[in-house]
């Protein structure tokens, strides 16, 4: 059980560059989102998937796309790249909760990020 | 919609002593659950502590302890005895309980220094 995994972990791109950001999770959630990390802002979410085969605009989707590509697949599409997505990115999902460890209202998990930096 | 304020950007406390992170949110719901998560230098995303709202009791962690204040929205994760690996980034952050969606929504952080 990997939990929730990312690649790439680092990344560098020019201006203009497009680029993937995959997101996986073993753990067969509903749920997936992506989230940026800026200095002073705290984590913002950017897309979210509520359930295979459904997205949705977060706080800050300009200049994204994604795919839910299936249940354990989340992907974050830069177009072109732009200097001011220059971040930390995380994926995340969502286990419901039913009781159990988690009890009423589940858990969130997080990936270990990507820090894109855009040139 | 929903917002959660930190108001303390950074904080330093002496070890061994407790440190008292605010934060307060905005939120028109009634069931709804209230999370601090510390972010170490590692980046990793590790859940402190988790408050839902229809519970009165306080939560509590070992150290960790919240004083939850209903009325006035306000969540408060008071550390005592702070230890040299408490120092992080603390954000604190809200999921509603009635969306569907279950995204959750931070706050811009507060940087807690440890002095030795």
């Known amino acids: 059980n990997a939990g929730v995994t990312q690649t790439p972990k680092f990344q560098v791109l020019k201006t203009g560059q497009s680029m993937t950001l995959q997101c996986a999770q073993d753990m067969n959630h509903n749920s997936m989102y992506w989230y940026r990390q800026d200095p002073g802002m705290g984590l913002r979410l950017i897309y979210y998937?509520?359930?295979?085969?459904?997205?949705d605009k977060g706080e800050v989707p300009n200049g994204y796309n994604v795919s839910r590509l299936n249940k354990r697949e989340f992907s974050l599409r830069l177009e072109s790249a732009a200097p001011s997505q220059t971040s930390v990115y995380f994926c995340?999902?969502?286990?419901?909760?039913?009781?159990?460890?988690f009890g009423r209202g589940g858990r969130n998990f997080f990936g270990p990020g990507t820090r894109l930096t855009v040139l | 919609a929903q917002t959660v304020t930190q108001s303390q950007p950074e904080m330093s406390v002496q070890e061994a002593e407790t440190v008292t992170l605010s934060c307060t949110y905005d939120t028109s719901e009634s069931d709804y659950y209230l999370f601090w998560y510390k972010q170490p230098p590692s980046r990793q995303m590790i859940l402190v502590i988790r408050?839902?709202?229809?519970?009165?009791q306080n939560a509590t962690e070992n150290r960790f302890s919240v004083n939850f204040q209903k009325a006035a929205k306000s969540f408060s994760l008071k550390i005592s005895d702070s230890q040299l690996g408490d120092a992080a980034m603390y954000f604190c952050?809200?999921?509603?309980?009635?969306?569907?969606?279950?995204?959750?929504?931070f706050g811009k952080g507060t940087r807690l220094h440890i002095l030795p």
């Open positions: 998937s509520a359930s295979e085969g459904t997205t």
């Open positions: 995340a999902s969502h286990k419901s909760g039913t009781g159990g460890t």
């Open positions: 952050a809200y999921r509603s309980g009635t969306n569907r969606d279950d995204k959750i929504i």
């Open positions: 408050q839902e709202a229809y519970k009165q």
